[in-house]
């Protein structure tokens, strides 16, 4: 049984922080890349963020470049998101995923488990 479970949204005034957290089970959680990504309302699921097996390279969507740090714990099976100084157009549901490999891609594809989401909302 596989399964991702993330945690640690909700409602936040514009310019604050959040962190994210994804657990996952029924994985080799150490021998794969982990990604971020999120959906507002009306719109495509978009690339946040992906780090690699060990942790040691990062990747970043322009967009969070900057205000998002990912990162994990592998003793832990967790990655985590941590966002500084969030705008109102980072609000939607942001999901965890495991990507096909240790190295994360940047498009849906590259995934291939998923979590069910949590909901970030950004106040003006």
């Known amino acids: 049984q596989v399964q991702l479970v993330e945690s640690g949204g909700g409602l936040v005034q514009a310019g604050g922080s959040l962190r994210l957290s994804c657990a996952a089970s029924g994985i080799i959680f150490s021998s794969y890349a982990m990604g971020w990504f999120r959906q507002a309302p009306g719109k495509e699921r978009e690339f946040v963020a992906a780090i690699n097996w060990n942790g040691g390279t990062t990747r970043y969507a322009d967009s969070v470049k900057d205000r998002f740090t990912i990162a994990r714990d592998n003793a832990e099976n967790t990655v985590y998101l941590q966002i500084h100084n969030l705008k109102p157009e980072d609000t939607g549901v942001y999901y965890c995923?495991?990507?096909?490999?240790?190295?994360?891609?940047?498009?849906?594809?590259?995934?291939?488990?998923w979590g069910q989401g949590t909901q970030v909302t950004v106040s003006s």
């Open positions: 995923a495991r990507a096909r490999g240790s190295y994360g891609q940047m498009t849906k594809d590259g995934y291939d488990y």
